[in-house]
């Protein structure tokens, strides 16, 4: 059981500091097998979290590599700077609309069915 004082540590794949999880900007791999900025952290499967601050040194090393156990292949174009790479990108309330369509179709065809 988690207690109410908890925070959740994480570590910048990029300069390897321990934040809370709020401080930092979740990345995970999209349908195409690059990886993305995970703007409402709605995105499934493996993800690593970068710095503010380090997302335009992010650079695809072997770190980076194994944090997504090898299974990503290049860094998408939105990973660019941006002013609006904050902690607390917003809600997942809007978040059909931002996944890539690949996940948008496979939830549309399994929606249902269970």
Do not use: W
């Not at 990345?27 to 709605?42: F, H, P, R, S, T």
């Amino acid at each position: 059981m988690v207690s109410s004082g908890h925070t959740p540590i994480r570590t910048c794949v990029v300069c390897s500091g321990r934040k809370p999880k709020a401080e930092l900007v979740r990345l995970a791999i999209n349908c195409d097998k690059l990886i993305v900025v995970d703007y409402n952290q709605g995105l499934g499967g493996r993800g690593a979290y970068a710095c503010s601050d380090c997302l335009p040194r992010l650079r695809f090393t072997g770190r980076v590599q194994r944090a997504f156990r090898n299974q990503a292949r290049g860094l998408a174009i939105n990973l660019l700077p941006q002013p609006s790479i904050l902690p607390n990108h917003g809600t997942r309330e809007d978040s059909e609309e931002r996944r890539p369509r690949c996940e948008r179709r496979l939830n549309r065809t399994t929606r249902g069915k269970f």
